[in-house]
């Protein structure tokens, strides 16, 4: 054996293997994870990742690389692009982006100038950093302006929107959240941006796998010019980002800008694991997302009878993967959601679109999403049993390390992902690297 005789392993060795087991069985197997920006991989997507792609360069498109080697890392690429194409009804797919925020930067390049204007969903009503002054489209010196927003529909004011986009001409609107209850009304702004010569951006990123579905609304269809996206939030992908349009023009300039403008490698072996997420959303996906949307309904008309404030009551709380609740009167989103952390309970303090901007690190807010619960089989009666655990921590004040013994029992029922192929993993273990359990 060429390897180090295990007495001489440094103490590191044992200290790096032992964190990542930690994490695995911690995240993976023994909390409730209700992150809505998260999701798990099925096990054959898995597979499809951990291969030698990781390791491997495959600068430009396919069939036209700076690099050697890479004739398998096109086929892979383009059969993504394909299947995409197929799932969401585009034209053009650029799955090099590789993530959500790479995949916005590279389409404001294109759509606007140092100094030109952004029309963006307000900060407070989730806008992702990404889209403001503090991220990508500050970074690019372009300038943010925030649409109107009408509590009352928890929505982008159309009629107001229209009326801003006439008046200021901007060179993009960006529509998409990542607080997102409700579909955002495109086809009114896509109308008012067309007149003007505006172009609409729509940030799929957290409700991809809906759209995928059929479960929320068509951004294309209904008038935006380009999507960005991730595809690892409801859409059950790894890590990374895509690019979808029907404008030849918009795709051929974005292709140009992604590589070389703001990626050289793209992290090939996100590719064969986004297309087989792909099959599995043009085969599973309307059944996955239907899941989702009834999970989320049960889910906060749990969480409201058991005592909780949750937004959006009069509008039937949520249409997405989304749940957001004011925790102002049980101490705070900071408070609450470092006890539920302590229960296994995993969610993530957000700011309300009535929060100020400086409330960031304490806000009101707590955003539930049920995708990747959904994933590992569990439906309404478990969310109604979710929003009761949750009451106890939060507003019984019970202690967090009793609910925790619950929790990991409750988890341990669920231990396969649904919505995936019924194949035998173990029959592809030449490809995959195994995980540290
Ligand atoms: C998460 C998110 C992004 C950024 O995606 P990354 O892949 O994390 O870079 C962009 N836009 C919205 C609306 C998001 O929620």
Known sequence: MDG????????????????????????????????????????????AYLTDMM???????????????????????????????????????????????????????????????????????????SHTRYGILGGLGIEQIELPFDMETFNI???????????????????????????????????????????VVYDAAHVLGLIAGGKFQDPIREGADIVTSSTHKTFPGPQGGVIMTNSKDLYKAVSKVVFPVFVSNHHLHRLPATAVATLEMMHFGSEYAEQIVRNAKAFAEALAAEGFNVLGEHLGYTQSHQVVLDVRRHGGGAKAATLLEEANIITNKNLLPYDPPDAIKDPSGLRLGVQEMTRWGMREDDFRYIAKLMRRVVIDGE???RVRREVVEFRREYSRIHYTFDVDVDSLSDLKVPMLI
């Not at 993504?80 to 969401?88: D, G, I, W």
């Open 399 to 401: 202690d967090p390390g």
């Open 4 to 47: 180090v005789r295990p007495e001489i392993l440094p103490d590191e060795l044992e200290r790096i293997i032992s964190i990542v087991r930690q994490h695995n069985r911690w995240r993976r197997l023994e909390t409730i994870n209700l992150i809505a920006s998260e999701n798990v991989m099925s096990p054959l997507a898995e597979a």
């Open 157 to 199: 004011d159309p009629d107001k929107a229209a009326k801003m986009i006439r008046e200021m001409q901007p060179k993009l609107v960006t529509l998409g959240a990542s607080v997102f209850l409700f579909p955002h009304p495109v086809k009114e702004i896509s109308e008012a941006a067309r007149e003007v010569g505006a172009k």
């Open 55 to 129: 390791h491997r360069y495959a600068e430009g498109k396919p069939r036209k690389r700076y690099y050697q080697g890479t004739k398998y890392v096109d086929d892979v690429e383009i059969l993504l692009s394909e299947l995409m194409k197929r799932l969401f009804r585009v034209e053009y797919v650029e799955p090099r982006a590789i993530s959500g925020t790479i995949a916005n930067a590279t389409v404001f390049k294109v759509l606007a100038d140092h100094g030109d204007k952004a029309l963006i969903a307000p900060v407070q009503a989730g806008a992702h950093v």
